[in-house]
Every structure is written in structure tokens, then in C-alpha cells.
């Protein structure tokens, strides 16, 4: 369940996973890209489940998928796993990978 602090909701998550924020004054709605790509590449599966109920499985699809800049491998394959609707050749952090190789003319 979500805890309420200030009027606002926020995800049952610990605050271990963001020591280099303010947690108190952290705006979990806006920071969402922040939090999935944190919890994706450094939690484990009650953190992924807890962010799946507090944003929605959509919207934590389409953050990976299409908003995220950068995710290390392992946690492209992490995300991979835990949810088959994603493809990694749609992934932006993916595609924008600076150690693949490119064609220069």
C-alpha cells in the first residue's frame, strides 16, 4: 500500500534506493522516469511489483520502453525478463547505446 505524506501518495519503496535524493521533498509523480529506471536497474521483484501497482503496468512499459535514456545491460536483460511485452530493439536506452558500433562514411 502507498503511504500518504503530505497529501500525496507515494510508492512503498525503500529510501536506500534514492540516498541521493531528498526523499521528503521528492514529487513521486514527476520524478516517475527517475524512480522506474532506478528501481528497474537496482531493485528487486516486490520494488518492480510496488512500482507496477503505484504507476500502472502502462505507464511503467512506456517509461522503459520509450522515455528512459539509460539503463546498464543488466538491467535492459532485468527489464526484459520481468516484462515480455517489451522488445529491446524498441527500447530507447537501447538504441541509443554509445558502445554499439557505428558506420562512419
Same mark, same amino acid.
Given at each position: 500500500m502507498a503511504r500518504v505524506k503530505k497529501n500525496k501518495a507515494i510508492p512503498n519503496l525503500n529510501p536506500v534506493f534514492f540516498w541521493d535524493f531528498d526523499?521528503? =521533498?521528492m514529487d513521486f509523480e514527476r520524478a516517475y522516469k527517475t524512480i522506474? =529506471?532506478?528501481i528497474v536497474e537496482r531493485g528487486g521483484k516486490e520494488e518492480i511489483d510496488e512500482i507496477v501497482r503505484f504507476y500502472g503496468l502502462e505507464k511503467v512499459v512506456k517509461a522503459i520502453r520509450d522515455e528512459i535514456y539509460f539503463l546498464?545491460?543488466?538491467a535492459i536483460d532485468k527489464a526484459l525478463k520481468l516484462f515480455p511485452e517489451l522488445k529491446k530493439e524498441?527500447?530507447?536506452c537501447y538504441l541509443n547505446r554509445k558502445d554499439k558500433p557505428y558506420h562512419w562514411i
Open positions: 526523499i521528503d =521533498a522506474i =529506471a532506478r546498464p545491460n543488466y524498441e527500447m530507447y
